[in-house]
């Protein structure tokens, strides 16, 4: 495989020759910067977009519409009754034919 030519402003971190790791000890770590100036809520984009009204008309404004209902779902599987006496039931069958299930055992 030919050599890819790496661009110069990444030679002095990037070492190709030593798959693809990045060459610590020419990376310097950056101090801990200040925290930045708090963003504006939701709210405020909303009126400096266009809205007028009060912060409360402007939650009210979120609640649509009600929707269509939806359609009936399947019917579910069954009881949790049924469904362990179905898992005792295989269970069995594998005992019986002394299949590994992969349990603990």
Do not use: P, Q
């Given at each position: 495989?030919?050599?890819q030519r790496v661009p110069r402003t990444l030679q002095?971190?990037?070492d190709t020759d030593r798959s693809g790791q990045i060459d610590e000890d020419a990376?310097?770590?950056?101090?801990?910067?200040?925290?930045g100036d708090d963003g504006a809520s939701a709210y405020?984009?909303?009126?400096?977009?266009?809205?007028?009204?009060?912060e409360s008309d402007w939650l009210e404004s979120l609640q649509g519409s009600d929707g269509e209902d939806g359609s009936d779902g399947d019917d579910g599987f069954g009881t949790e009754e049924q469904y362990n006496s179905i898992l005792?039931?295989?269970s069995t069958?594998?005992?019986?034919l002394d299949i590994d299930n992969g349990g603990d055992d």
């Open positions: 495989m030919a050599k002095t971190t990037y990376v310097e770590g950056g101090g801990s910067g200040s925290d405020e984009i909303a009126v400096d977009n266009g809205f007028e009204g009060s005792a039931r295989l069958i594998e005992d019986e």
